[in-house]
């Protein structure tokens, strides 16, 4: 429970390498099981914030599904960020089906609230096709919802192996050619198994892959637990913790990377 805690904040390229997209694009300040769901759930919305948060009188939504308005099929790709020797580290990176000008086209107006369709029409109103985190196209593409997650998160609810460096293997998806020989950024849509293991000190009889489902369907028993595993930490307290050394010459920064 208490890695749901991510649904707040988000990576920082500086400090860790990788991406920077943020585990919960949908509400990065919101305590909610939206990392639970972003992780185990093959539809969702595209979220687009606009710039100061803009969205009061908007006459449709933010939250983006397809042409007609209904949430878009996702899926995870393997993203190399191509920022050590041996083009790691390696995040995760959801993406679906992009916005199609000629679907568009066919369906009449007004669009569906969730309609990717109205954002074509306020593009060419206002100019805004450049926001970042929303790709308007008239190709059948994929992309990115703008949802990271790292290794660990994704080891909750996906059976997946990693090589000596980090790098994922072992699914459907990982073998694209171009990918594993560094040629690409991203894999193809994977697809991993259902993580089994039972959790540790569990009595609930769910493995995690069930846990995560649980989760992500339903915010108050996460919320529950988390606040009693959150609280039970802060009583436990941490001892034994060692200053991170800062130093010019042995920062963790200094690492073989490639830069």
């Not at 920082?12 to 992780?39: A, K, V």
């Not at 915010?219 to 959150?230: E, K, L, Y």
């Amino acid at each position: 429970a208490i890695l749901g805690g991510h649904t707040l904040g988000g990576p920082n390229t500086f400090n860790s390498l990788f991406s920077d997209d943020p585990w919960t694009p949908q509400g990065r300040e919101d305590l909610n099981n939206f990392y639970y769901f972003n992780i185990a759930k093959r539809q969702n919305y595209r979220y687009l914030k606009l710039a100061n948060d803009k969205t009061c009188g908007l006459k449709f939504s933010n939250f983006i599904g397809d042409e007609e308005g209904n949430p878009l099929d996702v899926g995870f790709k393997v993203s190399s960020e191509f920022r050590t020797k041996p083009h790691g580290p390696w995040d995760w990176a959801v993406f679906g089906q992009g916005c199609r000008r000629s679907v568009c086209d066919s369906l009449s107006k007004p669009y569906a609230e969730n309609s990717c369709c109205n954002w074509f029409d306020e593009c060419d109103d206002l100019g805004k096709c450049k926001l970042k985190g929303f790709e308007l196209n008239n190709k059948d593409k994929e992309v990115s919802l703008n949802i990271g997650m790292l290794n660990p998160d994704i080891g909750l609810y996906y059976n997946f192996s990693i090589d000596g460096d980090g790098r994922p293997e072992g699914c459907p998806g990982m073998d694209a050619v171009k990918w594993v020989n560094n040629q690409r950024r991203y894999s193809d849509i994977v697809e991993c198994p259902i993580n089994t293991l039972a959790p540790v000190d569990d009595t609930s009889g769910l493995d995690l892959g069930e846990v995560i489902e649980m989760y992500a369907d339903d915010n108050v028993q996460w919320v529950t637990d988390f606040m009693d595993v959150f609280q039970k930490m802060i009583r436990n307290k941490a001892a034994g913790l060692i200053n991170a050394d800062t130093g010019k010459n042995d920062a963790w920064w200094n690492f073989d990377a490639k830069f």
